[in-house]
Nanobody
Framework: QVQLVESGGGLVQAGESLRLSCAASGSIFGINAMGWYRQAPGNQRELVATITSRGTTNYADSVKGRFTISRDNAKNTMYLEMNSLKPEDTAVYYC?????????????????WGQGTQVTVSS
């Protein structure tokens, strides 16, 4: 059973920075794409950024130029560097990973979500 554990959330003031981490553990046979999503109260969960196993990244327009997603494949860990934070970035941030079922079947995959970490930005 694979688990994803986020860390690094907290309370900061507008303009400050935070770095989130997401560590995968368990029986891992390969991680394909990973991503960060967020959900603010009363809103649906939305994509923040994704990264493929080869490092190709994609960002929501609202965070482009301020957030940077990265991953360390050797450590099965993903990061989100968040700079110039705004009050509208306040949300619970969730880690997502698409994982291989087995090494010999790369097209058979399943998804895992972390439990979420709260990010609060005060004005």
């Amino acid at each position: 059973q694979v688990q994803l554990v986020e860390s690094g959330g907290g309370l900061v003031q507008a303009g400050e920075s935070l770095r989130l981490s997401c560590a995968a553990s368990g029986s891992i046979f390969g991680i394909n794409a990973m991503g960060w999503y967020r959900q603010a109260p009363g809103n649906q969960r939305e994509l923040v950024a994704t990264i493929t196993s080869r490092g190709t990244t994609n960002y929501a327009d609202s965070v482009k130029g301020r957030f940077t997603i990265s991953r360390d494949n050797a450590k099965n860990t993903m990061y989100l560097e968040m700079n110039s934070l705004k009050p509208e970035d306040t949300a619970v941030y969730y880690c997502h990973a698409n994982l291989r079922v087995a090494p010999a079947t790369p097209t058979l995959t399943y998804d895992r979500w972390g439990q979420g970490t709260q990010v609060t930005v005060s004005s």
